[in-house]
T-cell receptor, first 115, second 116 residues
Framework: KAGVTQTPRYLIKTRGQQVTLSCSPI?????VSWYQQTPGQGLQFLFE???????NKGNFPGRFSGRQFSNSRSEMNVSTLELGDSALYLC??????????????FGEGSWLTVV | DQQVKQNSPSLSVQEGRISILNCDYT??????FLWYKKYPAEGPTFLIS?????DKNEDGRFTVFLNKSAKHLSLHIVPSQPGDSAVYFC???????????????FGKGTKLSVKP
């Protein structure tokens, strides 16, 4: 079955712009979560959506937002981009979320460079 | 305190030998652990997991051992192959009073290099 699909894979944006990243989870999976990976900070949790509702949120500013659609596809948006937002953004899919016994599958990621 | 620690940033092993990647955690309430493998510029790939009710789980060349009293787990790869060269992450679901925090808490990763 198809894995987690993220688009676009690579993009370059200018400071102050906004960006939207898209994620299609594995068919049947209702939980989608987003992570940011940077060399210095490792993998950091942004937020998690389940059945179109944000269930959990990490410690990121309000410039980072997301949503989930009825087909479980998810988008995340970053407004007023800063140089420090340059990172690999990863989408993760699971049946019901990040808890014991539940496997989380990641997409290939979207590489964002802010110049 | 909820931390997952991988104290060895890198490990170099000869092809055919055993690779042992270590992971420590701080919260004894963690009850499930996952290992991921990651190549540069790609997303993490799920390798193997273990529940706290077990002390060992095997899948082909990969075995994970869990020592709850020491709050330590390890991933063994036998035999190691050059294609195993990647960064390996240990992770655990975050916890709150209501159950899951909805996130995975990751270690910083260990870069494994398997030399032919």
């Amino acid at each position: 079955k198809a894995g987690v699909t993220q688009t676009p894979r690579y993009l370059i944006k200018t400071r102050g712009q906004q960006v939207t990243l898209s994620c299609s989870p594995i068919s049947g999976h209702r939980s989608v979560s987003w992570y940011q990976q940077t060399p210095g900070q490792g993998l950091q949790f942004l937020f998690e959506y389940f059945s179109e509702t944000q269930r959990n949120k990490g410690n990121f500013p309000g410039r980072f937002s997301g949503r989930q659609f009825s087909n479980s596809r998810s988008e995340m948006n970053v407004s007023t981009l800063e140089l420090g937002d340059s990172a690999l953004y990863l989408c993760a899919s699971s049946l019901a979320g990040s808890f014991s016994g539940n496997t989380i599958y990641f997409g290939e990621g979207s590489w964002l460079t802010v110049v | 305190d909820q931390q997952v620690k991988q104290n060895s940033p890198s490990l170099s092993v000869q092809e055919g030998r055993i690779s042992i990647l270590n992971c420590d955690y701080t919260n004894s309430m963690f009850d499930y652990f996952l290992w991921y493998k990651k190549y540069p510029a790609e997303g993490p790939t799920f390798l193997i997991s273990i529940s706290s009710i077990k002390d060992k789980n095997e899948d082909g060349r990969f075995t994970v051992f869990l020592n709850k009293s020491a709050k330590h787990l390890s991933l063994h790869i036998v035999p190691s192959q050059p294609g195993d060269s990647a960064v390996y992450f240990c992770a655990a679901p975050g916890l709150n009073y209501g159950g899951s925090q909805g996130n995975l808490i990751f270690g910083k990763g260990t870069k494994l290099s398997v030399k032919p």
